[in-house]
């Protein structure tokens, strides 16, 4: 989801960005933050549970000097090191007085200079609209039907790739007609579309983002294998 103007004015109640001091965004499924950077007296912001997928973004909050409050947990970008992820905010956003709903201390912020990334440029922005000028509401559907396609047309070399990245099992090559968007079965086809699009947006990862979600992915196969015995038994 792309947090836009519009949005963050509604959530905040506001009639211009300037006038936003408190906004919560939590659980909205926000992976861009760069409409926030106009929100020049925000003193307060909520983002847990949301898709921030990296650090770079806090590129946007850089110049709201205000800002004296950010809940960020719980999103992809804070990764598997806390301390790594805890010490980048603070060196990016040395005002802050409590993140993630600790506060926070003058050694942390001294650490910080040390152990935190700095961050110097905004996030690269991958986009798979069409964005030309002019274009007109028949360009943008033929835009999303071609996304579509690409979605739905994996080639089984592509699939199998991807997924031994995740250590996951090939999929034979007899079985991946299973993966077509022209089964019958309604749910099977909602299930085949999900995973095209897992394994579209998965080529867009870095080697941070793909460690996290292979963890997940672990721990998902292992809630899974256990309850399959347990309904064996």
Not at 4 to 14: C, G, H, I
Not at 23 to 30: E, M, Q, S
Request: glycine content about 2%; some cysteine.
């Amino acid at each position: 989801m792309k947090l836009t103007r519009k949005a963050v004015l509604s959530r905040a109640k506001a009639a211009e960005l300037d006038a936003v001091r408190k906004l919560n965004c939590c659980v909205n499924a926000i992976s861009d933050l760069e409409p926030l950077s106009q929100c020049q007296n925000l003193s307060e912001l909520y983002l847990r549970k949301n898709s921030i997928a990296s650090l770079t973004e806090l590129f946007y909050l850089k110049n709201l000097h205000r800002l004296r409050v950010l809940w960020l947990s719980e999103n992809p970008c804070c990764g598997l090191d806390p301390h790594r992820y805890r010490m980048t905010v603070l060196r990016n956003l040395p005002n802050l007085q409590k993140l993630d709903n600790q506060a926070v201390t003058e050694e942390e912020l001294s650490q910080a200079l040390v152990d935190g990334e700095e961050i110097t440029a905004p996030p690269a922005k991958q986009t798979i609209e069409n964005c030309c000028p002019g274009s007109s509401e028949s360009n943008a559907t033929e835009s999303t039907t071609e996304t579509e396609n690409e979605l739905l047309h994996f080639s089984l070399e592509e699939t199998n790739k991807i997924r031994e990245q995740l250590g996951m099992k090939p999929v034979p090559r007899d079985k991946f007609s299973s993966f077509s968007p022209r089964e019958a079965d309604s749910s099977r086809k909602k299930k085949n579309n999900i995973l095209n699009a897992i394994l579209l947006l998965m080529k867009e990862l870095d080697t941070e983002g793909l460690e996290i979600v292979h963890q997940t992915v672990g721990r998902r196969l292992q809630a899974l294998q256990k309850k399959e015995l347990q309904e064996e038994r």
